[in-house]
């Protein structure tokens, strides 16, 4: 379901051009759960950027459900990565401003479900009690641990039914007690949903636990 091929990406620094992905193929099959490892700077989240459709590259292209992101318009790839793709990042990215169901129910707002107000609620609040933060539905994010806000990320990630989950270390701010609970939950939710799951992690234990490990060297994805 998600096919990434011959991607190119660099970035201009003041005095030089670094290069970040020279060529870099995946191929990600439905339910398949698939870990990037590497080292700091190799390009992961990079990788991940361009692979959910954040980033455009320099050249190459990424398939998701046999709709490419990057022959289309921003408009449509928006629309797409709205409807096809969750996001969970390292840092939670939780507005501040809105309590902990008005966070989950975000992504529901671009109308892509055709969901009433009521029924985007409703959804958030059972995605919240499938992370066991159903009495945390009205907080705010600052009230929560950080082990909360990742949960409640998690359960954000889920609100459109995608069909891809990226996640760019999900535990990386995380005690090792907690990074474990979140990510059981993170492989219980994307099966339960029938997603397919791309994880960024510098833990090979996280990695390990995937079908797949792959990592990223000299701008190319080779098995670990």
Known sequence: MLKANNLFKSYTLPHKQVDVLKGAQI????NERV????????????????????DRPESGDVIVDDQSLYSISRRK?????AARIGFVFQS???LPEMDVAENVMLPALTGVLKLSRAEMKARALDLLERVGLSDRASHMPMELSGGEQ?????????????????????TGNLD???????????????SLNKAA??????????????????EIKEGLLVEA
């Open 27 to 30: 191929s990600v099959g439905e």
């Open 35 to 54: 870990a990037i490892v590497g080292r700091s700077g190799a390009g992961k989240s990079t990788l991940l950027h361009v692979l959910g459709g954040l």
């Open 77 to 81: 790839r928006t629309a797409i990565r």
């Open 92 to 94: 939670y990215h939780l």
């Open 150 to 170: 990742q949960r409640v990320a998690l359960a954000r990630a889920l609100m459109n039914t995608p069909a891809l989950i990226l996640a760019d270390e999900p």
């Open 176 to 190: 090792s007690k907690t990074g474990s609970a979140v990510m059981k939950q993170l492989f219980e939710l994307a």
């Open 197 to 214: 799951l791309v994880m960024v992690t510098h833990s090979m234990q996280s990695a390990a636990l995937c079908d797949r490990v792959l």
